[in-house]
């Protein structure tokens, strides 16, 4: 049996289909599906090929870009805030420490959120652990921009306890 790969509750990852490199994620295991920061979306629907989706986003700091990616199935989601709204969806890599796998990617405007993509718990399923006292474990260290989140502080030894 290959040993689990442990990774902290923050890390940056890869999205290589799209060049992306570095991109900083929150891992949160509460999350079912993984979620990007975009600012619009839209699928496209080729007569020829397999559909698409093309989005503009800024994920690297340097302006908005924009991305296209297979299209995955939409996704009907809870968002933290309690509303439920259906998101578009696009397969592609995602690189984190060891892992390289084809992921689901939920897209999404998380202007209020400090990280540009959470990464939810179907994406890291087989051999993936999360030690939520840590931060990047696997992965080069960038911190994200954006307004701070509570859960984002880092806890300290003594912070820990039976409560």
């Known amino acids: 049996m290959t040993a689990p790969l442990i990774v902290g509750w923050k890390e940056s990852c890869a999205l290589p289909e799209l060049g992306i490199v570095d991109l900083p994620v929150k891992v949160d295991t509460g999350a079912r599906t993984s979620a990007l920061h975009v600012i619009s979306a839209a699928l496209i629907t080729p007569s020829d090929g397999p559909r698409r989706i093309r989005f503009e986003a800024d994920l690297t700091g340097t302006g908005t870009q924009t991305y296209e990616a297979a ?93």
């Open 71 to 163: 299209a995955a199935e939409s996704r009907m989601v809870r968002s933290s805030n309690g509303e439920v709204e259906e998101r578009l969806a696009i397969r592609t890599r995602l690189v984190l420490g060891g892992m390289n796998r084809a992921v689901d990617i939920t897209l999404t405007n998380r202007n209020d959120m400090r990280f540009p993509m959470l990464v939810g718990r179907t994406s890291l399923r087989r051999g993936v652990l999360v030690n939520p006292l840590q931060s990047f474990l696997v992965s080069r260290r960038v911190e994200p921009g954006g307004p701070a989140e509570p859960e984002d502080a880092d806890i300290s030894e003594h912070e820990v306890g039976d409560d």
